[in-house]
């Protein structure tokens, strides 16, 4: 599991194995037909899986080269809430500033669900989090300023990201990509986006694909906090392990 940890491929095996279960269930229970259908359903999915998990079969090979991927296992899951107030506040400090100057921003919180397929769209940086850093990154017409930005834990893992865009057909006209980004992501996963928009500075969240907008830094503060807070170890939560 350590090669696909934090990457999408790991629902897609939890999937695998719920299949595997179907099917052995049918079998005791002689539903002959279920139970055909479900092993024909496997042999496709073995078939699909080399295809399905190259890019992150490549990722892991490249992890090894490097000598990461023990490094990364052995990294704490959780942080304690003082860490996390710190974390938040140095996003909260930036988000403020950017909507002040209406510089548009995109700033995704991974938490239970991998994105390193979305980490790997963008240029890496894995830098600690900082009010400093989020504001360079956003300054209008550098390198890094257009896409997203992803963090997990205390970490910036890449700027410039590219994520997939929401095709709710509800959605405001006056809402542009960044803000459909935002929420495409929270609609594959369980991140939270933070957006600022360019033109009117506003702030929003997006969480399970809704936009709560016409935030303040007070009322984002604790949004996140609330949203954010550690968990028990075995509860989801935003330091969990990246499934």
């Known amino acids: ?57 490549r990722r892991a090979l490249e992890q090894l080269g490097r000598g990461n991927l023990i490094s990364r296992s052995m990294r704490s899951n959780f942080l304690e809430q003082d860490e996390l107030e710190t974390i938040i506040s140095e996003i909260v400090r930036a988000v403020k500033k950017l909507a002040r100057e209406k510089t548009g921003a995109l700033i995704i919180l991974e938490r239970q669900t991998g994105l390193a397929d979305y980490v790997e769209t963008g240029i890496k940086l894995d830098s600690l989090v900082s009010g400093e850093m989020l504001l360079n990154i956003f300054i209008d017409k550098t390198p890094l300023h257009d896409g997203a930005v992803i963090i997990h834990r205390e970490r910036i893992l890449a700027a410039s990201c590219f994520l997939p865009l929401s095709e709710n057909p509800n959605l405001s006209k006056e809402l542009g990509t960044r803000h459909r980004a935002g929420l495409g992501i929270t609609e594959v996963s369980d991140a939270i986006g933070i957006i600022v928009s360019e033109e009117t500075g506003v702030i929003s969240v997006a969480e399970d694909g809704r936009l709560t907008r016409y935030l303040d830094d007070v009322t984002l503060k604790e949004l996140l906090l609330n949203r954010l807070k550690p968990q028990e170890k075995l509860s989801q939560s935003f330091w969990h392990w990246r499934g």
């Open 1 to 57: 599991m350590m090669l696909i940890k934090g990457t999408r491929a790991v629902q897609l095996i939890r999937g695998l194995l719920v299949l595997l279960m179907a099917t052995a269930i049918s079998d005791i229970l002689g539903l002959k037909s279920i139970n055909w259908i479900l092993e024909r359903a496997q042999t496709a999915l073995f078939i699909a899986i080399p295809i399905v998990f190259q890019p992150e079969l």
